[in-house]
């Protein structure tokens, strides 16, 4: 135990270094005479949050399962060091209030507090389930707090649960958990996600999954856990057997036998994992299915991380021709943990650069033909002839004939199903969890919801809105916003209901209030709670059905209904994946980087899908179907048209313009004269300055990304074009290298900067040069290089955004002033395979792009105050 | 061909101790073999158990997108790991016939090539190139002229180089098979010249993968390059 004891000292020194409110923790810990390795060592082996959301109920429920332990036979807390946790937990309970006084003062972001007393709703979830899965469970108790029971069974699947993860971590051994970044492998993380995932399913308050956790045999001990699940698993049948009694409250939480089974086997897993984590290997998946284990190869069907690979899919996931033809496209990710602390320190996306193509795996022999005739690349053009696209005149027909059959109430359903997920992009699984409001409903925390203006009001016109949640990024470090001077990011956006989807779902809503007699379904209960209007779990078998008999050729499947306004919008803004993605709540591999990169307002956004939708319902139009009943904005008019949504610290115009300024009023600033070492000290601070000056000039001017010497020398410009070369991300193969073109005035001012660089022959200061066209000067008048790690100590006090911040801001600001999304891609170097502007069928004008770029991007960059400066040569 | 080496507790039904029925190709057989059962026996997927006689209960699907994935991740080249895919599928497929089993097979890796960029060299560099071609063929044409006047003897200019040139500058025949076959339409230039309401348009012969005559381009050069072609002899009728 004192080798042990020691080895928690070790970790002291070096953890906690970037987690401030886990420092400040356990600072008061120590300051109170607790153990604060101790505390370190709990935090550490529970993976809590950097924000430690949730860490008074975590501590709480920690408590009960320790104590609940001993009861499971072959559970030793000694064996596991978590014996002497209590008295800490019990600090960190009984001194809630004065510990969240403390750790959150007034004056900070009061979500945070919040977050870290929270009783109500699980903080973890939508800020980190998936890096602190075992958080997000330990968290959680079952929703019926009057069933002893099921608290019972819950609190013991916890205990196992978190047996298991103390196990692991501990046979990883010591390890740099702060960085969160860090992995012992790829996929690690994954693998500690999904059974805790499973176990939340447990917890939920519908009675298939209330009767399979009764049924769990977690009383067994902590070997036979595991073979008693998957013995249980046999046993299915059981289970498909006892929730005959569906009731309404059933509907609200679809659930399906064949999820429990998949959730025990996903424990099961997990804890024989638990139980010999030296012997376990690490077991790939394909992308189905809950199994604990390493990292996944991904489908174009999941929706958690798309950049381990894609599929590219004949016709459609779902289609006729599903089970052949299909192309995976696998990336090899360099494991690179100081390349990726550095980007993620710029807040940047490490799979951007760690990630490099390698080979595609074909199913079959016609595929591999495809594959090395250019298939791939003609999919990633994203062209409106694909074969996996609905024609309008298909279109129109399917929805017409689902409009005739609206009188029988399943097809009533499916009709208000299949037109929710056309006018909002959204998946069977998005569509069902649809929650629809009415006037005082409180707004609720989900996805996707619709609020009716009149649901009691059978005469009444049909008019809603849509309440989107923005899609989050994968971002893995904490940043703060920069208050005042950062685009006001919100979590939801409202979009309009142009085609009146609300007749169809008021028909079906009044249908449930009306025959059904649904009690949730009443207004009276739908102003308290939102309801899921979409209640079976059978839509996946259902709608593809459906669907058949309308049109049984197997051509209109459920995946090209949902791509419709996702191909829609790109179509109409020229290739805006990123808006599209946002729209439709899509993580589409393409925009999976361009993401990083976009920060539209909302109410841009709400343009986008405007035009879309109003030119899609015209044409439906055409094909004979009238969708276009252009409805009254809802009461909702105003609401959700501020703020914007996607990437974060996006400066916004006035801060880069006021910084600009103060950077030039210090440049001008006249030295006062003084000592020798007060002139070096002004030398040397005048002179960062105009070189800051010059990089963010040449930065805004072609977004080069946040590299070491961001700039170029002016001899590598063409004088007579403006156009250079430049490589800021390449490895090696020239694949990355673009084409850029940089404006005269930054010319002006390169050449300005060049010239006074030459001035400091005298002063013993070198020349710019191919090599080092520029550079900051130290206190003691040396040159250092100008990179991310000397950029930002010099902009934290007054302009406190990563490096590249430029690339964000122009890429946001020219796009909603209407630059076509593929001069914005050419300037950002953002392509895949067959979006690349020079490749052999690529129709993009350099020539066309040079002149957009003199129309919009000079102008702005005039507005922004970016003009040239000289700095006098002084003696 | 060089000798394998095995892994020492390779059993005697080990599919790779005969490479030969293996119908690998001599590369697969030199290069690709040994890393390919160095890396088997470093990882120990259990398809490469199966296949090295260690163990014995067949491979599933999930086996399989097992290795598949492990080589991607273990493995940084492609090339690499597309060579040693083939080779598994090649042994996979030997076992499944010798055990009469059906079995599923890795998956048919495809690295399709990476386009060139054509900014790989410095574009300033390339332009200021650009310029001095355009200074040279100016210099070219009035040299020629001069030459004509006065009758000298042969210069540059008085070659087919002009036209080359301009072809490439301003014609826009940037690829070298269309300029060879620009250059191999000159002994029978009237057979591939034609003029057409006021246009002149030359056919071109171009070979696909060394077979020639695969393809006819018509070309219709720009003003320059048509006055400098039927300037040359073969073009003047």
């Known amino acids: 135990m004192a080798a042990s004891r020691q080895s928690r000292n070790r970790n002291t020194k070096s953890a906690a270094g970037n987690q401030p409110f886990i420092a400040q923790l356990l600072a008061m810990a120590k300051a109170a005479g607790q153990d604060d390795s101790l505390l370190r060592e709990i935090l550490w082996r529970i993976q809590a949050h950097p924000e430690l959301a949730g860490l008074i109920y975590i501590c709480r429920h920690l408590r009960e399962i320790l104590a609940l332990a001993p009861e499971i036979p072959g559970f030793s807390l000694a064996a596991l060091e978590m014996d002497d946790w209590d008295p800490v937990l019990s600090w960190i309970l009984t001194k809630k209030t004065s510990l969240a006084e403390g750790l959150f003062p007034k004056g900070r972001d009061s979500r945070l507090k919040d977050n870290f007393l929270q009783s109500a709703k699980n903080p973890i979830l939508g800020i980190g389930a998936k890096r602190h899965g075992l958080c997000c469970l330990l968290w959680a108790s079952h929703p019926r707090l009057s069933d002893a029971g099921l608290q019972r069974n819950s609190c013991l699947l916890q205990a196992h649960i978190l047996r298991a993860h103390v196990a692991i971590l501990r046979h990883l051994g010591p390890h740099e958990i702060w960085d969160l970044e860090q992995e012992p492998y790829p996929g690690f993380r994954d693998s500690l996600y999904l059974p805790t995932l499973a176990a939340r399913r447990f917890l939920r308050r519908s009675s298939v999954w209330s009767y399979a956790l009764l049924g769990l045999p977690v009383h067994s001990g902590v070997d036979e856990l595991p073979n008693e699940l998957r013995r249980k698993e046999t046993e299915s049948a059981t289970v498909a057997a006892a929730p005959q009694a569906e009731t309404l409250e059933n509907l609200d939480h679809p659930v399906s036998t064949r999820n429990v089974s998949r959730a025990r086997t996903s424990i099961a897993g997990f804890l024989e994992w638990g139980c010999a984590p030296e012997s376990h290997s690490k077991r790939t998946h394909d992308g189905h299915g809950l199994g604990g284990g390493g990292e996944w190869i991904r489908g174009e069907g999941d929706k958690e991380d798309c950049k381990t690979g894609t599929t590219t899919y004949f016709g459609d996931a779902d289609g006729v021709h599903r089970h052949a033809g299909n192309l995976q496209h696998t990336f090899h990710r360099r494991f690179d943990p100081g390349t990726s602390r550095q980007l993620l320190a710029s807040d940047m996306d490490p799979n951007e650069y760690l990630l490099t193509p390698s080979v595609s795996l074909a199913d079959d022999a016609a595929a591999a033909a495809f594959a090395n005739a250019g298939w791939a690349e003609k999919t990633n053009q994203m062209l409106p002839w694909s074969y996996s696209l609905l024609s309008t005149f298909e279109l129109a027909h399917i929805l017409r004939e689902i409009a005739d059959r609206r009188q029988r109430p399943e097809d009533m359903e499916l009709h208000a199903m299949v037109q929710t997920m056309l006018w909002t992009g959204s998946s069977v699984e998005q569509a069902m969890a649809l929650l629809v409001c009415v006037k005082g409903t409180p707004a609720p925390d989900c996805d996707l919801s619709f609020s009716i203006q009149a649901a009691t009001n059978a005469n009444s016109t049909a008019s809603g809105a849509w309440r989107v949640r923005a899609l989050a990024l994968p971002y893995r470090t904490l940043q703060q916003p920069v208050t005042g001077k950062d685009r006001e990011r919100t979590d939801y956006f409202v979009l309009p209901d142009l085609t009146a989807v609300s007749d169809s779902i008021q028909l079906w809503l009044r249908y449930l209030r009306e025959v059904v007699k649904a009690p949730a379904a009443q207004t009276a209960a739908m102003r308290r709670q939102p309801f899921r209007i979409f209640g079976n779990d059978d839509y996946e078998t259902r709608l593809p059905a459906f669907l058949r008999a309308i049109d049984s050729s197997g051509r209109i499947t459920v995946s090209k209904i949902q791509r419709t306004l996702f191909q829609q919008i790109v179509e109409r803004t020229g290739g805006d994946l990123a808006s599209a993605a946002l729209l439709t709540r899509t993580d589409h591999y393409l925009a999976s980087v361009r993401r990083f990169y976009a920060t539209p307002g909302v109410i841009h956004l709400q343009n986008i899908y405007r035009d879309a939708v109003g030119n899609l319902a015209a044409k439906l139009a055409q094909g004979g179907y009238p969708a276009t009943q252009a409805c009254p904005v809802s009461r909702e008019k105003n609401a959700g048209c501020s703020g914007a949504v996607g990437s974060r610290l996006c400066p916004t115009r006035h801060a880069v313009q006021s910084a600009l300024a103060w950077l030039r009023s210090k440049i001008r600033k006249k030295p006062a004269p003084g000592t020798d070492e007060g002139f070096l000290t002004e030398f040397v601070r005048r002179h960062n300055k105009y070189t800051l000056y010059c990089v963010w000039s040449f930065g805004l001017a072609v977004g080069v990304r946040g590299i070491r010497t961001p700039y170029l020398h002016s001899p590598a410009i063409d004088p007579d074009s403006g156009f250079a070369t430049i490589s800021d991300k390449d490895s090696g193969s020239g694949y990355h290298l673009r084409l850029i073109w940089v404006p005269p005035k930054v010319r002006q001012q390169m050449q300005l900067y060049e010239a006074y660089l030459s001035s400091l022959k005298n002063r013993g200061l070198p020349p710019a040069r191919r090599k080092q066209p520029c550079y900051f000067l130290d206190d003691e008048g040396n040159p250092v290089p100008v990179q991310p790690a000397t950029i930002l100590p010099m902009t934290r006090q007054f302009f406190p955004f990563p490096t590249n911040f430029a690339r964000r801001f122009i890429r946001t600001e020219l796009l909603e002033l209407g630059v076509a999304p593929e001069i914005m891609d050419a300037w950002m170097g953002h392509w895949w395979r067959g979006e690349e502007p020079w490749g052999r069928y690529s129709t993009f004008s350099y020539a066309k792009y040079r002149e957009v770029l003199q129309d919009t991007l000079v102008p702005f960059l005039d507005e922004l105050g970016l003009q040239p400066i000289a700095l006098e040569t002084w003696p | ?237």
């Open chain 2, 1 to 237: 061909m060089s000798r394998i080496e095995l892994p020492a507790t390779a059993s005697a039904e080990n599919i790779f101790a005969r490479p030969g029925v293996l119908d690998l190709t001599p590369r697969q057989n030199t290069v690709v073999l040994g890393p390919l059962l160095e890396f088997l026996a470093k990882h120990h997927p259990h398809v490469g158990q199966v296949l090295l006689g260690i163990a014995d209960k067949p491979w599933d699907r999930n086996d399989i997108r097992q290795l598949e994935s492990l080589l991607v991740r273990e493995i940084e080249d492609p090339a690499i790991v597309r060579d040693s895919l083939r080779v598994l599928r090649k042994a996979t497929a030997f076992y499944m016939l010798r055990e009469r089993r059906k079995l599923p097979l890795p998956r048919i890796p495809v690295l399709p090539a990476e386009p060139k960029n054509p900014f790989r060299n410095p574009v300033q560099r390339e332009l200021q190139r650009y310029a001095v071609w355009k200074a040279t063929l100016k210099k070219w044409i009035w040299e020629g002229d001069a030459a004509g006047k006065s009758e000298k003897g042969a210069t540059p200019a008085g070659s087919i180089a002009p036209l080359i040139v301009s072809a490439i500058l301003h014609g826009g025949l940037v690829n070298m098979a269309s300029v060879l076959a620009l250059v191999r339409a000159f002994p029978d230039l009237n057979r591939h010249v034609a003029l057409t309401d006021g246009r002149l348009h030359l056919d071109l012969s171009l070979s696909w993968r060394g077979i020639p005559d695969m393809e006819t381009r018509r070309w219709q050069p720009d003003a320059l390059t048509a006055v400098l072609l039927l300037r040359t002899p073969g073009g003047r009728g």
